[in-house]
């Protein structure tokens, strides 16, 4: 009965490669976000999206473009990886216009790209 | 911008004793919510508590229990009778009401070992 899956949890990559990271949530909830973890272990947004609409949309390289192709899917796709690009990437879901507000997180992605 | 602050970079406990964390925020909101996540090894974020900053009543689950002053802008974590599963990092997160997207804006993050 997993709320958040994102897959997959590991993802290993050279420089210059495009890959993606798919999250799914089975909660019902209307939004969901990325969130990026560095290696010191602090946690930025990066987008979000309510109801398959991009809502927040940060200071992030335009080589991550989010997509969302229903309300229980968004995935995150990255071009051209770079070395900064190594993190953990956290999928994230709440449900905004029940006056509920919190966020359920996914296991998380580490990718590594060397 | 809303900013948070965790002071103390790591903490150490002894098994079933009683230990707080520390968390400030800055605003100039004044409906919010307040938040501590867990994130153990497994790197699951695992949320602990939360609070909203209209209630007076500070929030408790179980040994969980915070510290709400608001005038302050202080928000601490104690957890009583610490557990060696309580072992992890702590975040303290903002959260400010919006229509829609409503982000977390997170601390840096305290490391807690509960040692036996």
């Known amino acids: 009965d997993t709320a958040v899956s994102q897959t997959p949890k590991y993802l290993v990559t050279q420089m210059g490669n495009d890959k993606s990271i798919k999250c799914e949530q089975n909660?019902?909830?209307?939004?969901m976000y990325w969130y990026k973890q560095d290696s010191k272990k602090f946690l930025k947004i990066m987008f979000s999206y309510n109801n398959k609409e991009l809502i927040i949309n940060e200071t992030v390289p335009n080589r991550f473009s989010p997509k969302s192709p229903d309300k229980a899917h968004l995935n995150l796709h990255i071009n051209s990886l770079e070395l900064g690009d190594s993190a953990v990437y956290f999928c994230?879901?709440?449900?905004?216009?029940?006056?509920?507000?919190?966020?359920?997180f996914g296991p998380g992605t580490r990718l590594t790209v060397t | 911008a809303q900013t948070v602050t965790q002071s103390q970079p790591e903490m150490s406990v002894q098994e079933a004793e009683t230990v707080t964390l520390s968390c400030t925020y800055d605003?100039?909101?004044?409906?919010?919510?307040l938040f501590w996540y867990k994130q153990p090894p497994s790197r699951q974020m695992i949320l602990v508590i939360r609070?909203?900053?209209?209630?007076?009543q500070n929030a408790t689950e179980n040994r969980f229990s915070v510290n709400f002053q608001k005038a302050a802008k202080s928000f601490s974590l104690k957890i009583s009778d610490s557990q060696l599963g309580d072992t992890a990092m702590y975040f303290c997160?903002?959260?400010?009401?919006?229509?829609?997207?409503?982000?977390?804006?997170f601390g840096e993050g305290t490391q807690l070992t509960v040692n036996p």
């Open positions: 909660l019902g909830h209307d939004t």
């Open positions: 997160a903002f959260m400010k009401k919006e229509t829609s997207g409503s982000r977390l804006t």
């Open positions: 605003t100039s909101e004044n409906n919010y919510y």
């Open positions: 609070q909203e900053a209209y209630k007076q």
């Open positions: 994230a879901s709440s449900q905004e216009f029940s006056g509920a507000y919190e966020q359920y």
